[in-house]
């Protein structure tokens, strides 16, 4: 059973920075990435990462994000910097199983929520 845990999240200044993980468990993965929902407003992608390790970031957050990967342990990394309070919202990581399947798997989301 494939099953996807965030952590991380929670409550920071702007300007301040954060790291979110995704434990990944119950199959190897392709794909890997984060999107994020504000408020009101339709989920977006943020950041990508292949097994690989070729990664494509969203405009918002290129240049303050990193995103990274640990294949032995399964596990998916975020780390946002400079965060501003356009950066609120609940943050999803996303699976693609390998082989591809089609079917993509998510965690459960963590709240981020920058203040002024």
């Known amino acids: 059973q494939v099953q996807l845990v965030e952590s991380g999240g929670g409550l920071v200044q702007a300007g301040g920075s954060l790291r979110l993980s995704c434990a990944a468990s119950?199959?190897?993965?392709?794909?890997m990435g984060w999107f994020r929902q504000a408020p009101g407003k339709q989920r977006e992608l943020v950041a990508t990462?292949?097994?690989?390790?070729?990664?494509n970031y969203a405009d918002s957050v290129k240049g303050r994000s990193t995103i990274s990967r640990d294949n032995d342990k399964n596990t998916l990394y975020l780390e946002m910097d400079s965060l501003k309070p356009e950066d609120t919202g609940v943050y999803y990581c996303?699976?693609?199983?390998?082989?591809?399947?089609?079917?993509?798997?998510w965690g459960q989301g963590t709240q981020v929520t920058v203040s002024s």
């Open positions: 996303y699976a693609d199983p390998w082989p591809i399947t089609g079917r993509r798997y």
């Open positions: 119950g199959s190897i993965f392709s794909i």
């Open positions: 990462i292949t097994r690989g390790g070729s990664i």
